[in-house]
T-cell receptor, first 112, second 114 residues
Framework: DTEVTQTPKHLVMGMTNKKSLKCEQH?????MYWYKQKAKKPPELMFVYSYEKLSINESVPSRFSPECPNSSLLNLHLHALQPEDSALYLC???????????FGDGTRLSIL | GQQLNQSPQSMFIQEGEDVSMNCTSS?????WLWYKQDPGEGPVLLIA?????ELTSNGRLTAQFGITRKDSFLNISASIPSDVGIYFCAGQLERGSTLGRLYFGRGTQLTVWP
């Protein structure tokens, strides 16, 4: 079982909806990450947080808005998404930015 | 950005056979990681390598960090059906703006026939 917990596992939303993805870890990791993954492709980095501060934004469209309320939680707020945003969204965490990343099982997002 | 070439793209093998896959890069990495991803799940870390020349095992898996720091390979011995999945290599740098960024290979899809 993964120690990075993501909810929900599946999400179907319309293009005008607002929803949020949640990620939680209790390993004391101080770096957390959001990735987008299309079928049979490697994960693509979206955002990196280190000590609850955003350190990397990979030029992600503003319809994706990350939030790190505390060291254990990472949210991804979604608004006005496009059909091409349908993908598996993975969260990962690591002790710090130099240590290996551990992934959750992802949220499968479908945009209608 | 950094380009990782992972090969082979796919492998179809018989149960009990050994498997070998590798990643090469045009740039030097400080850390090499190998992940496995099953359908519907996130990637699981298999092995992490930190030093050039390092050889590390995890059960039937063995991985090596190339001497030039530009390549790594993963071997699986005596494959079993549960080895099926996509294997990703990833490299990591330790410089300023790249901190926290993993550079992934395109993956090797492994199929094991009973």
């Amino acid at each position: 079982d993964t120690e990075v917990t993501q909810t929900p596992k599946h999400l179907v939303m319309g293009m005008t909806n607002k929803k949020s993805l949640k990620c939680e870890q209790h390993m004391g990791h101080r770096a957390m990450y959001w990735y987008k993954q299309k079928a049979k492709k490697p994960p693509e980095l979206m955002f990196v947080y280190s000590y609850e501060k955003l350190s990397i934004n990979e030029s992600v469209p503003s319809r994706f808005s990350p939030e790190c309320p505390n060291s254990s939680l990472l949210n991804l707020h979604l608004h006005a998404l496009q059909p091409e945003d349908s993908a598996l969204y993975l969260c990962a965490s690591s002790q710090d930015l130099l240590q290996p990343q551990h992934f959750g099982d992802g949220t499968r997002l479908s945009i209608l | 950005g950094q380009q990782l070439n992972q090969s082979p793209q796919s492998m179809f093998i018989q149960e009990g056979e050994d498997v070998s896959m590798n990643c090469t890069s045009s740039s030097i990495f400080n850390t090499w990681l190998w992940y496995k991803q099953d359908p519907g799940e996130g990637p699981v870390l298999l092995i992490a390598l930190y030093k050039a020349g390092e050889l590390t095992s995890n059960g039937r898996l063995t991985a090596q960090f190339g001497i030039t720091r530009k390549d790594s390979f993963l071997n699986i011995s005596a494959s079993i059906p549960s080895d099926v999945g996509i294997y990703f290599c990833a490299g990591q740098l330790e410089r300023g703006s790249t901190l926290g960024r993993l550079y992934f290979g395109r993956g090797t899809q492994l199929t094991v026939w009973p």
